[in-house]
């Protein structure tokens, strides 16, 4: 096996790490006692950090970034010649977390084996290192050690929190617990709390390590061996997680029966083998066992809470933007989770934009370089917004609403239908457009000066446009419902394009009417004289401008007509408090008494539960 | 914590394990030596396994059931007073293996440690037990001990081989090695080898066992402890993967602070946590360390290739019916891979049923109750058309056909569709049913003496009435085509009632038309002149026999006339060969010459690729 060959085979998130010393690290020490939530206390905390950039004279550009269980302070490259960083594809000159715009802190966290106190660091009581005497810790003390670190630095207030993982569970600490200061936050791929599954993980890594023979209750540090093999068979699991089902099979199945030869006292009859054994040993000349454990209850033992309801009261109360990303082949924190999240702040009025990018990379995605061309800009684009610059990141080519959208119907008369649409929204209301596209409407509500605007969209590169547009999306199937909005939490709901689209209208329209309280929707009209003519004349499926597509191949599974529309609003006690008929191939409106039924090809309705 | 609590919180698809005698027992000896697939031999092979039921006098009705990797020969209970057995839901008097019909054998499996030879045997060689010396074993080799076992009984074809997991493996081998002593073979839960996220670990649980200080070499069998440790974390890794993340929240996540109180050395800190303790200390009072690595190495190495092309080498050849299930929920052996071995059948034309089975179980839910109300009677119906009185088994109920389909169109017709389809159909031709629902036309087909009929149907329970009628079913979503079938492989494919359901009807006629050397197809007719009256009278989207729903609930997401689906063959390069013209409700065929497309409310064509 060349070298080469074997490099690919091992390259991975993690691969890069570094185990000596950190030549950039800082070291804050403080030397007042730091209470614990277990409450025991900690006399004296060092925090090893790395900056990069520099903080501006208002002291707003400052940016965390919090490392997830294994990780360390370097989150990048200092400069071409330093090592490189965990996540070096995201911060940097030009990168999404700008060090040329930004200051970026990252500091290890209290627990770990990188430069902060931990349990490695020496017990004053004995003068040895602590090992298993090092006090319980929670992610509430990590963020309560980084608090002292960022006013240390002379930072009031962070312009963003941002991690991943473990490193989510920080951010989502530092809103629960300090939302006053920060504007923005970031969390990708984590979790209110562990699933029983990937918590189940945990337990048996931790098993692993502490009855291994030489872990001696912790107190390993001058043997010849630590528990080396346990911790090695705890990272093998970790890496096991990390990774997707579908990533896994990419990476092992072609060569399932040509393990590399690694030098190992594990088992390396498979290909995966080998990797797994390679891994577990590389870990152990870099970590500490004792860390492992602390860091791992720590983050087993973040709990947010299980409901909603409880999540709700826990981050409702921030001041702050949030972005929250999760992905789909992740299934240590599955998307779920971050849609709970999202939930609760949708729930709680916060500004929010959120999105499951698709992904083959398992957990392991936030590192890697794969989906990066998505979530990365996602990332530029929200910091650029919460620093109150973001539409003047807009790309020159997204000024044309709607034409992204599969279900666009209208080809020329764009702006009858905006027009409209507008007139119909009283000045000043909150709007929610669901199916919002590129988000062209509600960069027109924008500038009006309307404040609490919001989108909701499947498209992850429509929302991509919105968040660089400075808009806030969530990212939510229609045909699912509406389940994260109270009731009537917006004076109008937009339902644009969209609902000869959708299978299940009934209980879309039910959604719609609960949480707007009123509803715009546009309905195409299968009435309309032309169709109908070409119906009875052709015998054949009529096609036209607002329903341009063929009838095997049209994203437009649901066709009828006004009175259709109008039926089934009565029949389901929704009030019709307005119609504006149009013929949008003419370009003009019909009054109600020339029949719309027949002369309209689409009308736009103001509803909203009788 | 109370005991019944305890009870219910610990019960699971492994707690009625016994680790005593097996009473029931009986033992088999055969001197000649077994050689085995790694080129060894074993001298001497003992064999322990139950009976139940009687073999009938032409040796015709014996099941073999294979067990998963820490299974044993107590599959069932003998009576009332007997310990439980692993599957007492499938077999028993009146169960689905019904030992009143059948005669029922399970052996435990080579290199096992439950009477079995197995490491724990004595060694000739030495005197001592076999330890790590017990020489590599491979499915193959279990396989070829339970034939000498089956022939010893005087079993010269067995009715079937039934078994899930690494069963499953077992009766894929006998399909590949011995096909022509098996009338029937029923895999669940199983997979042609592992994906490398389940080999991953197996590997990782290995590690635990061979790297426990305890281990020794495997010669730990005169210790006081073996790698007890080992082992343990094996097995909890092991329950994980048996549970699927749902059924592990809902067992978990409310009680998630407070474990039960278990006599353990393993942390148990969380519910999760006491939960895997108990049951990793529990297995190792049962279960032998050396035993675990044999039989899981074997599992592991067993691997009828990656793709589906050597997979069709490896079944294609068996004259034996087939019947694959597989779970929704199952990650250890996903779907996915039982629809490898399903397409690897169906492209050898073997007679095969497959159904996944909706389930929140996990891989265990092959040995739950929880679904067993549909998985169970598949079986049922599959061993009865197996034993040759298949259709003796149906329920009353199930004589109408079609009326259970959602995209059911006639309402009082049916013998009109039903004699047309019949009459277009060549006697004898070979027929594949897409969307054949609960298997009316196939019946009938049957009953006319059609030999190689198949359907394609999505709802499961219409594919248990399928199997109970004693019909070959495969379930799939014609959305995603006929991809497991090859090019011409049936004489006609009827697509009965469905197009208009159908999103992507392009991609689903182009594979109707590669499967069928000819297809007919049934198409609800839009421009039948009382649809258009009524669109044209009353302004709304028409409703009729063929078109029973409303716009916005109906399944029917297509809608054409006949002049659009001739419109639409001629652009695909689609021949129609012949066109029955229907008005339904008439009850009357309508001459070509009488305007079909206004004066036929459906039509029956017969097309083909030019």
Chains 1, 2 share one sequence.
Not at 324 to 334: A, E, K, N, T
Request: net charge negative.
């Amino acid at each position: 096996m060349s070298e080469t060959s074997r490099d690919d085979f091992f390259a991975g998130s993690d691969e890069n790490r570094i185990s000596g010393d950190l030549p950039h690290a800082q070291y804050a020490t403080f030397d007042e006692p730091l209470a614990l939530e277990s409450g025991g206390e900690l006399a004296s905390v060092t925090v090893a950090y790395e900056t990069y950039g520099r903080l501006n004279n208002e002291t707003s550009n400052a940016v965390l970034v919090c490392h997830a269980l294994t990780g360390d302070s370097h989150v990048a490259r200092h400069d071409a010649d330093d090592a490189p960083g965990w996540w070096d594809i995201m911060v940097g000159p030009g990168k999404p977390i700008d060090t040329d715009r930004f200051f970026v802190v990252c500091p290890n966290v209290l627990g770990g084996c990188r430069g902060t106190t931990g349990p490695f660091s020496t017990n004053p009581a004995t003068g040895r290192p602590y090992g298993q005497d090092f006090p319980n810790i929670t992610i509430g003390d990590m963020v309560n050690a980084q608090r002292r670190l960022v006013e240390h630095l002379g930072i009031e207030r962070l312009l963003a929190v941002v991690g991943g993982s473990m490193g989510g569970h920080q951010c989502l600490q530092w809103a629960h617990a300090h939302g006053e200061a920060v504007a923005g936050i970031a969390v990708i791929a984590t979790s209110p709390r562990l699933t029983s599954q990937s918590l189940a993980f945990d337990v048996v890594g931790r098993n692993a390590i502490r009855q291994d023979p030489h872990f001696n209750d912790g107190q390993y540090y001058g043997q010849v061996h630590g528990p080396d093999t346990g911790l090695a068979i705890a990272r093998m699991l970790g890496h096991i997680t990390y990774l997707s089902p579908v990533a896994m099979s990419r990476k092992f199945e072609a060569t399932r029966n040509q393990p590399r030869d690694v030098d190992t006292d594990f088992e390396k009859e498979f290909s995966v083998g080998s990797y797994l054994a390679y891994k577990g040993d590389q870990f152990v000349e870099r970590f500490d066992a004792n860390s492992y454990i602390a860091l791992s209850m720590a983050m087993d033992q973040f709990d947010l809470g299980e409901g909603v309801e409880t999540l709700t009261e826990d981050l409702g109360r921030t001041d702050s933007r949030w972005l929250v990303i999760s992905f789909s082949g992740d299934w240590l924190f599955p998307p779920f989770q971050s849609k709970q999240i999202t939930h609760a702040l949708v729930q709680s009025d916060r500004p929010v934009s959120f999105c499951n990018i698709q992904s083959s990379c398992g957990h392991d995605a936030f590192l890697l370089e794969d989906d990066f061309d998505r979530y990365g800009e996602m990332l530029r684009g929200f910091l650029a917004n919460v620093a109150g610059d973001g539409t003047s990141s807009l790309p020159e080519n997204i000024d044309e609403p709607y034409t992204q959208s599969p279900t666009y119907i209208f080809h020329r008369q764009e702006r009858l239908d905006y027009q409209s649409i507008m007139e119909l929204i009283p000045a000043g209301a909150s709007v929610l457009d669901a199916g919002c596209g590129t988000g062209g409407l509600l960069t027109l509500l924008k500038q009006r000066g309307h404040e609490r605007i919001m989108g909701v969209e499947l498209d992850e590169l429509n929302i991509r446009t919105c968040i660089r547009r400075g808009l806030d999306v969530v990212q939510r199937d229609l045909n699912r419902g509406l389940k994260w909005f109270r009731d009537g939490q917006f004076d109008c709901v937009v339902l644009s394009h969209t609902i000869q689209a959708v299978y299940d209208v009934e209980a879309l329209m039910d959604e719609l009417v609960r949480v707007g309280k009123r509803c715009i929707i546009s309905v195409p009209n299968l009435g309309y004289h032309k169709l109908v003519e070409q119906l009875v004349q052709t015998g054949r499926t009529p096609q036209a401008e607002t329903l341009p597509f063929k009838w095997y191949d049209t994203p437009n599974i649901r066709v009828l007509t006004l009175n259709d529309f109008q039926d089934f609003c009565d029949e389901k006690g929704i009030d019709i408090h307005m119609m504006v008929a149009l013929d949008t191939e003419a370009g003009r409106e019909i009054p109600h008494d020339q029949h719309p039924n027949r002369n309209a090809d689409l009308a736009i309705y103001v509803v909203r539960r009788s």
